[in-house]
């Protein structure tokens, strides 16, 4: 069964208007962690932000942010004020257990290609 | 800022070739991954490594593959002797002991022919 769900192929925002990306999940771990990575055009995985299972509220780095739903099992990426270096692919992923864990990977989603425009 | 670093960014090998894929892992990290990407498809995981050993391997991590730390600075991922199927980018990534996020390399694109 699939773990992390992306269902968005391909989006497409306006140049300084917010896009939300979106992620689901399945876990019976009670400790979760789930992540957002971007990938340009150049190939390189960059962190944009974290979300612990465990965290009271939603988890924001600059213009991203995270739309947390556990009850929902949904990790929506929020990016305000798109710039048009956005522009790459965007995955969720999930890490099971608490962090410190021997082995601690990451289980990706399938991806979402963001294209802004001017 | 520390990063992971990956030699070479890319390598093109004839099939039933050996290739080694070497990273660099920030210097403080205990924990090292790699994953591979497939051309267009999801990042999948193939192995972790924790205190010198394999803590957990994929179905996709088989015989043809190994991991070594030789020193204590390298980290690479060897594969004895490449199929088409293997062409994909290779990524590194590592973690300090307590902390949330992976840190990836920039990549290594491997191209079996």
């Known amino acids: 069964a699939q773990k992390i769900t992306q269902t968005q192929p391909g989006m497409f925002v306006q140049e300084k208007e917010a896009v939300t990306l979106d992620c689901t999940y399945d876990t019976s771990d009670p400790s979760y962690g789930l992540f957002w990575y971007k990938q340009p055009s150049s190939g390189e995985m960059i962190f944009l932000i974290y979300q612990g299972s465990y965290d009271q509220q939603n988890a924001t780095e600059g213009r991203y942010s995270l739309n947390f739903q556990k009850a929902r099992k949904s990790a929506n990426l929020v990016i305000s004020a798109s710039q048009l270096g956005d522009s790459a692919m965007y995955f969720c992923?999930?890490?099971?257990?608490?962090?410190?864990?021997?082995?601690?990977?990451?289980?990706f989603g399938t991806g979402t290609l963001l294209a802004v425009q001017p | 800022e520390p990063e992971v670093t990956q030699t070479p960014s890319h390598q093109v090998t004839q099939m039933g070739q050996e290739v080694i894929l070497r990273c660099v892992p920030i210097s403080n990290h205990l924990y090292f991954y790699w994953y591979r990407q497939i051309l267009g498809q999801k990042v999948e995981f193939l192995v972790s490594?924790?205190?010198?050993?394999?803590?957990?391997k994929s179905e996709i991590f088989d015989d043809q593959f190994s991991v070594e730390r030789p020193d204590g600075s390298n980290f690479t991922l060897k594969i004895r002797s490449t199929k088409l199927e293997d062409s994909a980018m290779y990524f590194c990534?590592?973690?300090?002991?307590?902390?949330?996020?992976?840190?990836f390399g920039q990549g290594t694109r491997l191209t079996v022919v």
């Open positions: 990534a590592s973690r300090p002991q307590a902390t949330t996020e992976a840190f």
């Open positions: 992923a999930m890490r099971e257990g608490g962090y410190g864990g021997a082995t601690n990977k990451l289980i």
């Open positions: 490594f924790y205190n010198n050993e394999i803590s957990e």
